[in-house]
């Protein structure tokens, strides 16, 4: 089973947490799009989705899944997202795709955040592997990533991608992030910062882990 099985076979087990008129929230990245695709074949049993992020939006759509905004929904059964990096305490990293910070407002939103990975994506320590993205405001990037500098990160400009709230990504290199809660915390009282990508003080409540040999559950 190659690495686009292995998504697929943690895309289409989250369907089973996916109840008669739900409203489903819907992160953003590879392996949430093989979870959209998957989600048309229950399009006419929900209600709709929540996405966090533009790309979501437009493949729901095109599934014929009704998109509700966030301001639409007081809460959400399940969110349903990928990760970067996920540790053995259900804490992840994400925005390699840019859109962590509606997915931290659409995750906050839900009562069960299923977290869907293939199996490369679990670490022991956050930031072993991929450098932690963090949205900032433009005019505050220089300032912001001086500060990075002083924690002890390599700090890089994503240059020519712009969130879809207008800010800039500075990727954090060689930063190992031993307190994941408290540099969460850290980072996002930063001024400038509007988020981080440590997904700690809101982690995943279940892990769906695609292997070699089909999904496996982590509650």
Known sequence: MDQL???KAAANAALQFVKPDMIVGVGSGSTVNCFIEAL????????GAVAASKNSEELLKKQGIEVFSANDVSSLDIYVDGADEINPQ?????????????EKIVASLA???ICIVDSSKQ???LGSTF???VEVIPMARSQVARKLVALGGSPEWREE???DNGNVILDVYNFPIINPVQMEKELNNVAGVVTNGIFALNSANTVIVGTPTG???IK
């Open 131 to 133: 450098p932690l993205p």
């Open 5 to 7: 099985e292995m998504k």
């Open 123 to 125: 670490v022991d320590v």
């Open 40 to 47: 048309g074949s229950m399009k006419d049993e929900i209600k």
């Open 90 to 102: 259900k804490m992840m990293i994400k925005g390699g795709g840019a859109a962590l910070t509606r």
């Open 161 to 163: 991608v712009i969130t």
């Open 215 to 217: 999904a496996k559950i």
């Open 111 to 113: 009562k069960n955040f």
